[in-house]
C-alpha cells in the first residue's frame, strides 16, 4: 500500500512563497500518479493539483491555477508542490493521496483517491 509524508508546511506571510515535499513509499506501479489537497478547517477536503509521472502532465484547481507548480523526481518518488503569491484563505492541511485506481489523474475531488498522508500545516498570516 502507498505511504505518502508530506513536509515543508509554515507559517508565511501573505504574498510569500512555500514548497511542500510528498515523500511516497509502497509504489509499485512504474508509472503512476499523486495529487496534492488541502483542508482548511471546517471545511472539506479539496483537490489542488496532480501530476503524472509518465509523461509529467499536470493538472490545477481553478482555485489555485497561475499560483502553483507540481513537479516531481520520479526516482525518489517525491512530488512537490511550489506555491506563490499565498493568501490567506490558501491557510489548510496540505496531503496527498493516490488515485483510486490507474496511473492517470482523475478529477480533482477526494472520492477518486485514496492513501491520505498526515499532511503539513500552511498557515498564511502577518
Known amino acids: 500500500q502507498v505511504h505518502f509524508v508530506e513536509s515543508g508546511g509554515g507559517l508565511v506571510q501573505p504574498g510569500g512563497s512555500l514548497r511542500l515535499s510528498c515523500a511516497a513509499s509502497g509504489i509499485t506501479l512504474r508509472d503512476y500518479s499523486i495529487g496534492w489537497f488541502r483542508q482548511a478547517p471546517g471545511k472539506e477536503r479539496e483537490g489542488v493539483a496532480c501530476i503524472e509521472t509518465m509523461d509529467g502532465n499536470t493538472y490545477y484547481a481553478e482555485s489555485v491555477e497561475g499560483r502553483v507548480t507540481i513537479s516531481g523526481d520520479k526516482s525518489k518518488h517525491t512530488v512537490y508542490l511550489r506555491m506563490d503569491s499565498l493568501k490567506p484563505e490558501d491557510t489548510a492541511v496540505y496531503s496527498c493521496?493516490?488515485?483510486?485506481?490507474?496511473?492517470?489523474?482523475?478529477?480533482?475531488?477526494?472520492?477518486?483517491?485514496?492513501?491520505w498522508g498526515q499532511g503539513t500545516q500552511v498557515t498564511v498570516s502577518s
Open positions: 493521496g493516490a488515485p483510486i485506481w490507474g496511473s492517470t489523474c482523475p478529477p480533482l475531488t477526494t472520492k477518486y483517491f485514496t492513501s
